[in-house]
């Protein structure tokens, strides 16, 4: 787990308490601040969620690619040259 998603949470948390306690004594100042830290810790734990999830698909894709080499390797090799070929005739009219 990332650690922007614990410390996102941990912020919107102490947001929402700030709201609570300006909401009670009447301060508008302290209630904007509460808000803001709360919209701040989401933000920051969205931040997390999105670093996880990344982490997550490129180790999944880490794995594909290797295990894809590892049995295929001539097809990997021939995709590969194919791509290469692609990508060298873009710049030119066939």
Known sequence: ?????????????????????????????LQAEGA???AAGRA???YGQTADT???TATTLDSWFRNAVEEQPYAVAMAVLAAGW???RLHRPL
């Open 54 to 56: 990344a982490r997550q």
């Open 44 to 46: 920051q734990n969205l």
């Open 36 to 38: 803001i830290s709360q």
């Open 1 to 29: 787990m990332d650690e922007n998603r614990l410390e996102g949470a941990a912020r919107e948390i102490g947001g929402k308490a700030e709201e609570g306690v300006g909401r009670l004594a009447g301060n508008a100042r």
């Open 86 to 88: 692609l990508l060298g």
